[in-house]
């Protein structure tokens, strides 16, 4: 974190602190503790629903930052850590008037879901120019959710594509030129290490929207996407069929694992096991898979491919992050943003980096760990941001049901055209 968001972000003697504690990265030390002086004793408490349960990586680098933030400030952070059940608890939590002053969630969540409950944070945002520090993608989707208003604190930037098993590609004849641009590409990659002996592609049921989202959105875009979604219209558009056609050709290919869609995380675990080859998910799925597994996977990674006739390509992705939310009717909003923004940028934006092999928040922090390198030249080149699931989970009610059809898409228990006709229920 730069001198100028530091030294702004605490007010009162709060300021003095920050600055010594995590700003320069002078004043604290590796564990994230004080180099000196006595730590404060807490005279205020926030409340921080988490969506990472306690022994996750990314909780420990919360955890820390907690305890640092109130030994410098004296504002104790109570932290119930919910897990990935947030996003079914929160909502309802915040209804019946809960006492939370902070949660977190995927950034277009906590705003598309909850925006009636959170508080503006654009001017404690501009006191302390938290906004040069977000990169502009991410700023521009999560301003846009906000009507150009900020409603969130983003960190742990992500982005989505294919990820996969280097060593598996090898022993099956590939290479990086084999990276699949067109969708027919894809099956020919996938027919190669079927016959190597593993399975081509393995996914979690949680995620599978995903899959039907990048094939829709790659034929007709997200905007046409989401009037199929929102309006039932998918009897009526013709590449609604084909992108479940393109599915099920896969599914009859024998090209998903044959557990597949498995429940979080028995899928994606499979590569960690050495059973399956590829992933469509996002950049914390090596991390997730090596915690899981305890297998360091040499990951490569492409964008999911482009089909014939269709308006996108490897320039439109899913990317997004992780977003801190506060709440309107806490008495302690200054607090919960100056926690929120100390986690998201500075010395625990790189330390969550490092946790969790994710992409810095920070555009101060410009490195990339690693395991993820493979996407990073992708990233750079993408000019449009799709939202999660192309737009295929930005209606909590829709949601479900397209989630339960594409399951049995990808199980085989539905054709596509009975697929297209469960869809055409869901209003």
């Known amino acids: 974190m730069n001198k100028k968001i530091v030294s702004m972000l605490m007010v009162g003697t709060m300021a003095l602190t920050m600055l010594a504690g995590c700003g320069s990265g002078k004043g604290s030390g590796a564990d994230g503790s004080s180099d ?29 930052a907690a305890d640092a933030y109130e030994k410098e400030s004296g504002v104790h952070v109570n932290i119930e850590w919910k897990g990935r059940d947030i996003k079914t608890l929160i909502g309802t939590a915040l209804e019946a008037g809960e006492k939370i002053d902070l949660f977190d969630d995927d950034y277009q969540r906590v705003v598309s879901n909850t925006k009636e409950y959170l508080a503006d944070l654009t001017d404690m945002a501009d006191k302390v120019d938290f906004e040069s520090h977000v990169m502009p993608v991410i700023l521009d989707k999560a301003k846009s959710w ?28 590939l290479t990086d030129a084999d990276k699949p641009e067109t969708f027919e590409d894809l099956k020919a990659v996938c027919q190669k290490l079927k016959d190597s002996g593993v399975n081509p592609i393995t996914c979690n049921s949680d995620t599978v929207n995903l899959l039907y989202g990048f094939q829709l959105g790659r034929y007709i875009g997200q905007e046409a996407l989401l009037d199929c979604y929102n309006n039932a219209n998918w009897a009526n558009v013709p590449e609604a069929k084909k992108a479940a056609d ?3 050709s896969l599914v009859d290919a024998g090209y998903f694992s044959p557990n597949a869609p498995a429940n979080y995380p028995d899928g994606q675990n499979e590569i960690g096991f050495g059973e399956s080859a590829m992933i469509l998910n996002a950049s ?65 934006d790189l330390k969550m980096a490092e946790a969790v092999n994710s992409i810095p928040a920070d555009t101060a922090n410009t490195e990339w760990p690693a395991a993820i390198a493979d996407a990073e030249p992708y990233f750079k080149e993408m000019t449009k941001a799709y939202d999660w699931a192309v737009g295929l989970e930005t209606n909590s009610d829709i949601a479900p049901i397209v989630n339960e059809n594409i399951v049995k898409l990808i199980k085989g228990e539905v054709t596509s055209d009975e697929f297209i006709s469960a869809l055409s229920t869901a209003k």
């Open 36 to 64: 000196g002086g006595d730590s404060k004793k807490a005279t205020k408490e926030i409340t921080y629903w988490s969506m990472w349960n306690s022994t996750e990586p990314q909780a420990k680098v919360i955890q820390e």
């Open 246 to 248: 393109d599915i099920q």
């Open 284 to 348: 914390w799925i090596p991390n997730e898979i090596l915690t899981k597994t305890g297998t360091e996977v040499d990951f490569g990674f492409f964008p999911w491919p482009s089909v014939e006739g269709g308006v996108d390509g490897a320039e439109a992705s899913m990317v997004g992050a992780q977003g801190f939310g506060v709440v309107a009717k806490s008495e302690n909003q200054q607090e919960a943003f100056d926690f929120a923004t100390m986690i998201a940028t500075g010395d625990y």
């Open 146 to 173: 906000g009507d150009g208003k900020l409603y969130t604190v983003p960190y742990q930037v992500y982005t989505t594509g294919v990820w996969y098993d280097k060593t598996m590609w090898e022993k099956a004849g």
